[in-house]
């Protein structure tokens, strides 16, 4: 029988396996509830930010995690990040943003960082991630961004060539003015190791990171 339980939210189905699979594979004695709601992505597009609905949206979710027994939430799209500040004030269990230990990372090393996006509405949390970051660590950084225009539309309809091709593309453009390129999504995290061969940067995406704090925080409260 699983030891604990993590739900993990998601606003898109490109990330749901391979997270959900590298949970598992890290998290042996755990069980994964996957909660799965595309139309907020979808909505924080149409409106260019995250919106207060959707929001709300959000924190259903998260009490629907907590009325099912989750011991632990991970927050797993960074359109809808910085919803996850408020929430940790009143809701009873911990909850992960997924990008966060990711964009510690890239500041630990560097403090030249491109954030490469596949969706505009993710540059600017991720962004504001790093500057938060940042000041908690009491550094400063410099930060180029990227938007590899059409990734987006091209993953969420099957189409993984043209997501990569686009993505590869935009990262060649900036990668003469880092030391690190960010992947600003998890559905971007397949082309980790393909983007650092290219350009010759250390390229860093969330999923192992998340998983790795979420490991962290388990042992640690258990």
């Known amino acids: 029988m699983a030891k604990h339980t993590i739900a993990a939210i998601y606003t898109g189905a490109a990330l749901v396996k391979p997270l959900s699979d590298l949970l598992k594979e890290s998290l ?36 629907i995690a907590c009325a099912s027994g ?20 009143f809701f009873p269990i911990p909850i992960v943003r997924i990008d966060e230990p990711m964009a510690r ?14 969706l505009p509405t993710t540059l600017d949390p991720t962004l504001r991630l790093l500057q938060r970051c940042a000041a ?3 550094k400063t950084i410099r930060t180029v961004s990227a938007l590899a225009e059409g990734a987006f539309s091209a993953i969420t309809s099957g189409d993984g060539p043209t997501h990569d091709r ?16 960010l992947l600003a999504q998890g559905s971007m995290a397949r082309m980790e190791e393909p983007l ?7 390229v860093l995406s969330s999923p192992r990171f998340g998983v790795q704090m979420v490991k962290q925080m388990l042992g640690e409260a258990f």
């Open 70 to 89: 989750a011991e632990l939430i991970l927050n797993t799209c960074s359109s809808i990040g910085d919803a996850v500040y408020g929430a940790r004030e």
């Open 166 to 181: 686009l993505v590869a593309e935009t990262a060649k453009q900036v990668s003469d003015s880092c030391d690190v390129i």
């Open 196 to 202: 650092a061969r290219l350009t010759g940067k250390t």
């Open 28 to 63: 042996e004695d755990c069980k994964i509830m996957n909660i799965l709601d595309d139309s907020m992505i979808g909505d924080i597009i149409e409106a260019g930010t995250l919106t207060k609905a959707v929001k709300r949206r959000l924190y259903g979710y998260y009490e």
């Open 105 to 118: 990372k890239a500041i630990e090393l560097s403090d030249s960082i491109a954030v490469l996006a596949t």
């Open 136 to 138: 908690e660590s009491g």
